[in-house]
């Protein structure tokens, strides 16, 4: 199985900070990563899926890169609505299809 | 609009069994491949399962081999997933998802539903 390791697992930032998440592949996955972004209590939300490719109606301060092993999903200009987790996903090689551990953004 | 529907979560006792539903709106079911994905209380995500549009292929977590089956219904827009020797580690929020048309990344969750596992 392929493993996806983010970090930070969690950090604190403020509003209109520019901040980035990384997730690295135990073996490349060309740019068959996706993004996620959850709320507690709610269901996942897809933001970016091809490494880089952003999901209609996310807004543009989301963006991603990266492809083989090492990815990363930056927050431009980080909003109060963006304080949540946040989640890798290769769809390269399944099964299994496997996340990454997760990262939090919290409120300093 | 697409939604996703579970149901069937509950409290059941070690060793029990439960079935989960998902009734899918909004699109074509038939033509989409769909998946079960669970998340522990405070844990990350977890696949548990797929299986294809026509049932023809189906897959596992080695967590749940064995133990769950997945099946559907498309005359009925229907997902399932049988759930038994339930152990206090499927504890989780149980999840269907929908993958996009061409890609196994999920463009479409339902809003999940609670099996706790406990005596």
């Known amino acids: 199985a392929i493993r996806m390791t983010q970090s930070p697992s969690s950090f604190s930032a403020s509003t209109g900070d520019r901040v980035t998440i990384t997730c690295r592949a135990s073996q490349g996955i060309s740019s068959y990563l996706a993004w996620y972004q959850q709320k507690p209590g709610k269901a996942p939300k897809l933001l970016i899926y091809a490494a880089s490719t952003l999901q209609s109606g996310v807004p543009s301060r989301f963006s991603g890169s990266g492809s083989g092993t090492d990815f990363t999903l930056t927050i431009s200009c980080l909003q109060s609505e963006d304080f949540a987790t946040y989640y890798c996903q290769q769809y390269y090689s399944y099964p299994p299809l496997t996340f990454g551990g997760g990262t939090k953004v919290e409120i300093k | 609009e697409v939604q996703l529907v579970e149901s069937g979560g509950g409290l059941v006792q070690p060793g029990g069994s439960l079935r989960l539903s998902c009734a899918a709106s909004g699109f074509t079911f038939s033509s989409y491949s769909m998946n079960w994905v669970r998340q522990a209380p405070g844990k990350g995500l977890e696949w548990v399962s797929y299986?294809?549009?026509?049932?023809?292929?189906?897959y596992y977590a080695d967590s749940v081999k064995g133990r769950f089956t997945i099946s559907r219904d498309n005359a009925k827009n229907s997902l399932y997933l049988q759930m038994n020797s339930l152990r206090a580690e499927d504890t989780a929020v149980y999840y269907c998802?929908?993958?996009?048309?061409?890609?196994?990344?999920?463009?479409?969750w339902g809003q999940g539903t609670l099996v706790t596992v406990s005596s």
């Open positions: 299986i294809s549009s026509s049932s023809s292929t189906i």
């Open positions: 998802a929908r993958p996009a048309v061409a890609d196994d990344y999920f463009d479409y």
